[in-house]
């Protein structure tokens, strides 16, 4: 079993920044791939960032260039820079570990964090 704690959601003004953390513990090396998805009210969990354990990286087209995923195995700790925030960011996030290599779907991650809140307000 894999566990993920986030941290690090909060309020902020649009073009303001916020990192958010995953702290993963328990059977980690059954990981392929880590994400983050986010949620807002009415809408479909999508995956913003997910990286591999071998360092590759994908973004969905409407953060690309304001996120960044990165992981610090040492620690295994899940980080997300967000910056240049926008109010369509506003969203609850969820960390979350697949064992299956870049996967996309909510559906192939077996593993979530209770989520952390990102409010950007204009």
Same mark, same amino acid.
């Given at each position: ?18 990192? +958010? ?28 960032a ?13 953060v ?20 240049s +925030?926008?109010?369509?960011d ?11 290599? +870049?996967?996309?779907?909510?559906s ?15």
């Open positions: 079993q894999v566990q993920l704690v986030e941290s690090g959601g909060g309020s902020v003004q649009t073009g303001g920044s916020l990192r +958010l953390s995953c702290a993963a513990s328990g059977y980690t090396s059954s990981i392929s791939t880590m994400a983050w998805f986010r949620q807002a009210p009415g809408r479909e969990r999508e995956a913003v997910r990286i591999t354990t071998g360092g590759l990286t994908r973004y969905v087209d409407s690309k260039g304001r996120y960044t995923i990165t992981q610090d195995k040492a620690s295994n700790t899940l980080y997300l820079q967000m910056n +925030l926008k109010p369509e506003t969203a609850m996030y969820y960390c979350a570990a697949s064992r299956i290599i +870049l996967a996309s779907l909510p192939h991650y077996q593993h979530w964090g209770q989520g952390t809140q990102v409010t950007v307000s204009s």
